[in-house]
């Protein structure tokens, strides 16, 4: 008697007793999938589900409409349905751009020592209107950004010690600018710096 054997590309799939009926040539019929009760059950709401998403996101932290629309673009919520979500949660307060570029300045401006060319720069890539930005880099004082600078050039000082007086200047001065200072304040205050 002899029995036929599956070649490498039949690979066997199923549990044991399946393997064994296909080994001996006694197979049944395949049994039926389970029930799937996630893939059975009802559609889901789409706006509860987008609701679900722009709550996750604000969860932490803020985030403007712009990212919150992009979220759900990514995760195929209808434009209408979008944008209707977003005014409401806009006139609930949980959304509110003005707010987050005041906050984001106030954060960044102090904790890393951007200054408003860069604050500009980060918030128009967040999707903050440039009218909300600059009223809210206005509220940035002109000496307070000098002082700021002041502060990071102190910190950076010692690295540069053992260098001469123009790589010294070239690498403050270059620290500064990508942090968003101005040519003008960046030469001044590590002038400023390196005579003391």
Known sequence: MSRSVSTASE????????????????????HALPPDPVGDGPEADQ?????????????GRARTRHQLAEKLAQKNVPEELATRL????EEVGLVDDEAFAREWVQQRSTGRGLARRALAHELRRKGIDDDV???????LDADDERETARELVRRKLRSVQGLDHDRATRRLVGMLARKGHSPGVAYAVVKEALER
């Open 11 to 30: 690979r066997w799939r199923g549990d044991v007793s399946d393997g064994v009926a296909a080994w001996t040539g006694t197979a049944q019929p395949p």
């Open 47 to 59: 706006e509860a589900v987008a609701r679900k998403i722009l709550l996750d996101q604000l969860t």
């Open 86 to 89: 977003l005014d409401r949660f």
């Open 133 to 139: 930005a600059r009223e809210a880099l206005e509220e």
